[in-house]
T-cell receptor
């Protein structure tokens, strides 16, 4: 059974800092890994999808890496802004696209 | 191309009433997934449907909960005789394939409050 863990559970950084969010999964037989953002009381916004054959995927200030063999992914956020404050979730699908989510990292970027 | 549409966005029901949550997948997507997010908890899979078929309902409570995805119209998640513990955000996702290889797109969710 796939288990997904995210650390840290919460993170507070001053504006402008670069930061790394971590995601680990127990079953490395995955097609891809998705990172999402969730604002309080809102839905999920897909940030990045990184395929199992890829090592990295970039979108603007976001960079996701994937090390399938060790069961780890990181989301790097460069030059953080207060608008980046949200909960970040990683998720991996099984062979039927059923997603297993991590418990999330709650990020607060302060002025 | 509209995204995944869920309605209503907010739903308030008294204990014992029925709740019906609707989800229209993205155009061209025939695979629909329902997830539940209890307060201060992570998202948990409930059910996976294709048109007219339930593929996997392993995450759905055995009683009071049902789901359908008819040939025409949206997918419906139905909760009968709601209880306070059903209060949660319910999210729907759709995917063009059901083989784990493609991106899942989520709706904005329905926030159910049972009073």
């Amino acid at each position: 059974k796939q288990e997904v863990t995210q650390i840290p559970a919460a993170l507070s950084v001053p504006e402008g800092e670069n930061l790394v969010l971590n995601c680990s999964f127990t079953d490395s037989a995955i097609y891809n890994l998705q990172w999402f953002r969730q604002d309080p009381g809102k839905g999920l916004t897909s940030l990045l999808l990184i395929q199992s054959s890829q090592r990295e995927q970039t979108s603007g200030r976001l960079n996701a890496s994937l090390d399938k063999s060790s069961g780890r992914s990181t989301l790097y956020i460069a030059a953080s802004q207060p608008g980046d404050s949200a909960t970040y979730l990683c998720a991996v699908p099984n062979t039927a696209s059923k997603l297993t989510f991590g418990t999330g990292t709650r990020l607060q970027v302060t002025l | 191309n509209a995204g995944v549409m869920q309605n209503p966005r907010h739903l308030v029901r008294r204990r014992g009433q029925e709740a019906r949550l609707r989800c229209s997948p993205m155009k061209g997507h025939s695979h629909v997934y329902w997830y539940r997010q209890l307060p201060e908890e992570g998202l948990k899979f409930m059910v996976y449907l294709q048109k007219e078929n339930i593929i996997d309902e392993s995450g759905m409570p055995k009683e009071r909960f049902s789901a359908e995805f008819p040939k025409e119209g949206p997918s419906i998640l139905r909760i009968q005789q709601v209880v306070r513990g059903d209060s949660a955000a319910y999210f729907c996702a759709s995917s063009p394939t059901g083989d784990g290889s493609t991106e899942a797109f989520f709706g904005q969710g329905t926030r159910l409050t049972v009073v």
